[in-house]
């Protein structure tokens, strides 16, 4: 009998791996169909995410085609892994990302760039050992265009240099964090790489005597100084030339610049569209002034800023109309404030007002009456606001894809409205208090395309509202339903409807059991988060189902459950494994401990209490961090209740991110 997959033609089975790509389990299921099949996925495979290290060595004959090699996942790369790769993708490799990767010199990366002549992007962010010798290799990739260098603290200006020289085709270049560079390095890439679109200073040493040679690149559309505190205002009033082609200017946190700066450094930018200067210089009326007539002006953030009346009525009098405004933070915002801007920029598709706890229903009713096009709405905190308030959202602002509402006085009616939202995607309600199951009721019934939902500590949800959410919401794929204490198996088992779910939430939720979990487990196989810390009754039989079925999972923390030493050595079956946090699990011994760190490969961080550090073997220590495995030594004392004193929501601080 003939195989009756040969009727399809390459073109048609290669259409059919280019709609798999998101699904690495997938594509191994498709090459494992037959012979053929296997073939023609070894050839059509283009890029490629190593789990491990010691994985890179095995796919080097078996995908022959590779073009974008990811290595973010492998902590250890030598010198002789890139001299092999270099080799076996010499004429079809153009982007290599080593952002987490260590172990390699100089020599390395001159083998990788000289045999790969088409490479067009590196990453080599957080390489805090490389030196200007590395630098000097890179710039041998002489048709390089896409460089990232953040956190190179060690190359300098000599490096910079070299790489300003070699790679004159280079468009995007990161230097964020780079604190041995100076305005020298920085001066010789402008003169240098005529090409360059988009450049990050960020945290750099540098001052206003870099800005002439940047300002006369003709293509640069990105510029980012974010944290440079040695550019000021005396500074930039010398600079004569400008750069017209600029379409986004980043200057959060630099705070010698005021307004008088940054007009002299966005004169004659036409093109801009973007600006960011969060945490800088007063929203006043001559900064409004000074950015009246960016006709182009699409976006503007101006988090953490203090903002006065008189400067959002320069903003409101602004001949551009923004599409995105985001005011997170500010100190000041006031109804009148949110009046003007609202009004006079009706096209607004994305606001974000968070912890501006001085406005009140009035700015809802302004904001949702003028701009019925938003998209986006982020208000967690403003405590001020009513629950009629909420009603105005569903009713005039239909187009919402993301809304958050965390910390504030939303009621079911509320969301009643707000499941008009039929496009909704993501929806944050986290310490909302007076919602219960018959608002999720409707959000399951009105929002089939919800993504994301955090419920988390909305003590009036039970059972009854999840299983609401997960039959209307068959796409989700993150929950939050941490510390709500009605919460049971039952709504574990309604939510291994959600095939998606990757991110799932549940921590401080004492009624969950293994039952549940083992449903989620063999349901979600796409669940790359657990978070079940506090789940006293998980045992080890959850960890089984999650070591059998969830191949993706990538981080759990597991504290305060039952897990002993045979459950946590059973999670080193899920290939993926990188992040564990083990607090307080007292069926674990240091030998139990010991195996199942060795035996999870693929671990680059693990947090444990400090009172196993002298229990396990020395040896232990060295092995996982040759291997690229960072371990964080936490002292909390064991906590038996789930929350004995009570809670509070801080400015600025998240809750419970340990």
């Given at each position: 009998?003939?195989?009756?997959?040969?009727?399809?033609?390459?073109?048609?089975?290669?259409?059919?791996?280019d709609?798999?790509?998101?699904?690495?389990?997938?594509?191994?299921?498709?090459?494992?169909?037959?012979?053929?099949?296997?073939?023609?996925?070894?050839?059509?495979?283009?890029?490629?995410?190593?789990?491990?290290?010691?994985?890179?060595?095995?796919?080097?004959?078996?995908?022959?085609?590779?073009?974008?090699?990811?290595?973010?996942?492998?902590?250890?790369?030598?010198?002789?892994?890139l001299?092999?790769?270099?080799?076996?993708?010499?004429?079809?490799?153009?982007?290599?990302?080593?952002?987490?990767?260590r172990?390699?010199?100089s020599?390395?990366?001159?083998?990788?760039?000289?045999?790969?002549?088409?490479?067009?992007?590196?990453?080599?962010?957080?390489?805090?050992?490389?030196?200007?010798?590395?630098?000097?290799?890179?710039?041998?990739?002489?048709?390089?265009e896409?460089?990232i260098?953040?956190?190179?603290?060690?190359i300098?200006?000599?490096?910079i240099?070299?790489?300003?020289?070699?790679?004159?085709?280079?468009?995007?270049?990161?230097?964020r964090?780079?604190?041995?560079?100076?305005?020298?390095?920085?001066?010789?890439?402008?003169?240098?790489c005529?090409?360059?679109?988009?450049?990050?200073?960020?945290?750099?040493?540098?001052?206003?005597k870099?800005?002439?040679?940047?300002?006369q690149?003709?293509?640069?559309?990105?510029?980012?100084?974010?944290?440079?505190?040695?550019i000021?205002?005396?500074?930039?009033v010398t600079?004569?030339?400008?750069?017209?082609?600029?379409?986004?200017?980043?200057?959060?946190?630099?705070?010698?610049?005021?307004?008088?700066?940054?007009?002299?450094?966005?004169?004659?930018?036409?093109?801009?569209k973007?600006?960011?200067?969060?945490?800088?210089?007063?929203?006043?009326?001559?900064?409004?002034?000074?950015?009246?007539?960016?006709?182009?002006?699409?976006?503007?953030?101006?988090?953490?800023?203090?903002v006065?009346?008189?400067?959002?009525?320069?903003?409101?009098?602004?001949?551009?109309?923004?599409?995105?405004?985001?005011?997170?933070?500010?100190?000041?915002?006031?109804?009148?404030?949110v009046?003007?801007?609202?009004?006079?920029?009706r096209?607004l598709?994305?606001?974000?007002?968070?912890?501006?706890?001085k406005?009140?229903?009035?700015?809802?009713?302004?904001i949702?009456?003028?701009?019925?096009?938003?998209?986006?709405?982020?208000?967690?905190?403003?405590?001020?606001?009513?629950?009629?308030?909420?009603?105005?959202?569903?009713?005039?602002?239909?187009?919402?894809?993301?809304?958050?509402?965390?910390?504030?006085?939303?009621?079911?009616?509320g969301?009643?409205?707000?499941?008009?939202?039929?496009?909704?995607c993501?929806?944050?309600?986290?310490?909302?208090?007076?919602?219960?199951?018959?608002?999720?009721?409707?959000?399951?019934?009105?929002c089939?395309?919800?993504?994301?939902l955090?419920?988390?500590?909305?003590?009036?949800i039970?059972?009854?509202?999840?299983?609401?959410?997960?039959?209307?919401?068959?796409?989700?794929?993150?929950?939050?339903?941490?510390?709500?204490?009605?919460?049971t198996?039952?709504?574990?088992?309604?939510?291994?409807?959600?095939?998606?779910?990757?991110?799932?939430?549940?921590?401080g939720?004492?009624?969950?059991?293994t039952?549940?979990?083992?449903?989620?487990?063999?349901?979600?196989?796409?669940?790359?988060?657990?978070?079940?810390?506090?789940?006293?009754?998980?045992?080890?039989?959850g960890m089984?189902?999650?070591?059998?079925?969830?191949?993706?999972?990538?981080?759990?923390?597991?504290?305060?459950?039952?897990?002993?030493?045979v459950?946590?050595?059973?999670?080193?079956?899920?290939?993926?494994l990188?992040?564990?946090?083990?607090?307080?699990?007292?069926?674990?011994?240091?030998?139990?401990?010991a195996?199942?760190?060795?035996?999870c490969?693929?671990?680059?961080?693990?947090?444990?209490?400090?009172?196993?550090?002298?229990?396990?073997?020395?040896?232990?220590?060295?092995?996982?961090?040759?291997?690229?495995?960072?371990?964080?030594?936490?002292?909390?004392?064991?906590?038996?209740?789930?929350?004995?004193?009570?809670?509070q929501l801080?400015?600025?601080?998240?809750?419970?991110?340990?």
């Amino acid at each position: 009998m003939t195989n009756p997959f040969d009727i399809f033609t390459d073109e048609i089975i290669h259409t059919i791996l280019d709609h798999l790509n998101d699904d690495p389990f997938a594509k191994k299921s498709f090459s494992l169909v037959c012979k053929s099949f296997y073939f023609i996925e070894r050839l059509h495979r283009k890029s490629l995410k190593p789990l491990r290290s010691e994985l890179l060595c095995r796919t080097l004959h078996r995908y022959p085609s590779i073009s974008h090699l990811d290595l973010s996942l492998c902590p250890r790369v030598d010198d002789p892994s890139l001299a092999s790769l270099s080799v076996s993708w010499k004429s079809t490799l153009r982007s290599i990302n080593l952002s987490r990767s260590r172990d390699f010199t100089s020599i390395g990366l001159l083998r990788l760039v000289t045999n790969c002549s088409s490479l067009v992007e590196i990453d080599l962010s957080n390489g805090t050992e490389l030196t200007d010798s590395a630098a000097k290799a890179i710039a041998e990739a002489k048709n390089l265009e896409r460089l990232i260098l953040a956190r190179c603290k060690l190359i300098t200006d000599i490096g910079i240099g070299c790489v300003a020289v070699g790679c004159k085709k280079l468009r995007l270049l990161c230097l964020r964090w780079c604190l041995r560079v100076t305005d020298l390095g920085v001066g010789l890439i402008a003169m240098k790489c005529k090409d360059l679109r988009s450049l990050d200073l960020s945290c750099l040493p540098i001052t206003e005597k870099c800005l002439p040679h940047i300002l006369q690149l003709q293509h640069l559309e990105d510029l980012i100084l974010e944290g440079c505190l040695g550019i000021d205002d005396e500074g930039l009033v010398t600079l004569k030339h400008s750069c017209k082609s600029l379409k986004m200017l980043n200057l959060s946190k630099c705070q010698n610049v005021s307004h008088v700066g940054l007009s002299s450094l966005t004169n004659g930018a036409e093109h801009l569209k973007r600006l960011v200067l969060a945490y800088g210089p007063s929203v006043t009326t001559d900064l409004g002034k000074c950015l009246l007539n960016y006709s182009r002006l699409k976006s503007i953030s101006l988090d953490g800023c203090l903002v006065t009346c008189s400067g959002t009525k320069a903003i409101g009098s602004w001949c551009a109309s923004l599409r995105e405004l985001s005011l997170s933070k500010c100190l000041g915002v006031t109804d009148e404030c949110v009046s003007f801007l609202v009004q006079a920029h009706r096209e607004l598709q994305k606001l974000d007002i968070t912890c501006c706890r001085k406005i009140t229903s009035a700015s809802i009713d302004c904001i949702t009456k003028s701009c019925t096009f938003l998209t986006s709405l982020r208000m967690e905190s403003c405590s001020l606001v009513s629950e009629d308030a909420f009603l105005l959202i569903g009713q005039r602002c239909q187009f919402l894809e993301e809304l958050n509402v965390t910390d504030n006085e939303i009621n079911n009616e509320g969301l009643k409205s707000i499941s008009r939202c039929s496009k909704l995607c993501h929806l944050k309600l986290g310490i909302c208090l007076n919602i219960t199951d018959d608002a999720l009721t409707h959000i399951g019934s009105g929002c089939p395309k919800l993504k994301e939902l955090d419920l988390y500590r909305c003590l009036g949800i039970t059972d009854v509202g999840i299983a609401k959410i997960a039959c209307g919401c068959p796409t989700m794929e993150m929950i939050n339903i941490a510390y709500n204490d009605k919460i049971t198996d039952s709504s574990l088992i309604s939510l291994s409807q959600c095939l998606r779910l990757k991110i799932l939430e549940i921590r401080g939720c004492p009624s969950v059991s293994t039952v549940g979990l083992s449903a989620i487990a063999g349901a979600c196989r796409q669940l790359e988060v657990l978070d079940i810390k506090k789940c006293f009754n998980i045992n080890d039989n959850g960890m089984l189902a999650l070591g059998q079925s969830c191949q993706n999972l990538r981080q759990i923390n597991l504290s305060y459950c039952s897990v002993t030493d045979v459950g946590l050595l059973s999670l080193a079956s899920t290939n993926r494994l990188q992040n564990m946090t083990i607090l307080h699990l007292t069926g674990l011994t240091p030998n139990g401990l010991a195996a199942a760190l060795l035996a999870c490969g693929g671990l680059t961080k693990v947090k444990l209490h400090t009172s196993l550090k002298p229990l396990l073997p020395k040896y232990i220590f060295g092995y996982m961090e040759g291997r690229g495995c960072v371990f964080h030594w936490r002292d909390k004392a064991f906590q038996e209740e789930i929350d004995p004193n009570g809670w509070q929501l801080h400015v600025g601080r998240s809750p419970e991110a340990a």
